[in-house]
């Protein structure tokens, strides 16, 4: 599955530097990733499409939005009603990609939400593209 990752820390200005390492982390901590993800992800990030329910509610700090690529042909930006079951698939898939990429990236290495930002282009049978940050 191709996959890309760009993962971006925001409003670190309201941390110190002794903060950010007391967190496990670095002031440079951003992250992008272009590159192949094992396959055994497709089936359960398209269940978890397939089940979602879309809502026009504004997001919170911290959502996550989707938008799905069908054939090359962009299907517009969707938000999930389902945010934590997206939150939890982002984390895993992070997580996966970091592993891919032999990149360290604990779960304590865990910022609040209204701090991360991330973006992942997803290519299986379907594209996804979400954008959002993730807890």
Known sequence: MSTALDLHYTEREE???EEIFDEGFTPDDDYRYKGQLNSVWIKPLQQLFDKTRW???D?????????????GKDEGVKIPSNQEEWQLMAQDLIQAIYE???KRGT???????????????LQPNRSFFGSGSCI
Do not use: F, H, M, Q
């Not at 997001?59 to 054939?71: L, N, Q, R, S, Y």
């Not at 779960?107 to 282009?121: F, G, I, Q, T």
């Open 100 to 102: 891919t990429a032999k």
């Open 107 to 121: 779960p304590k290495n865990r910022l609040p939400a209204s701090r991360r930002r991330s973006a992942y282009r």
């Open 15 to 17: 941390l110190s530097e």
């Open 59 to 71: 997001i919170e700090d911290g959502g996550i939005t989707v938008t799905a690529i069908e054939k």
């Open 55 to 57: 809502t026009s509610k």
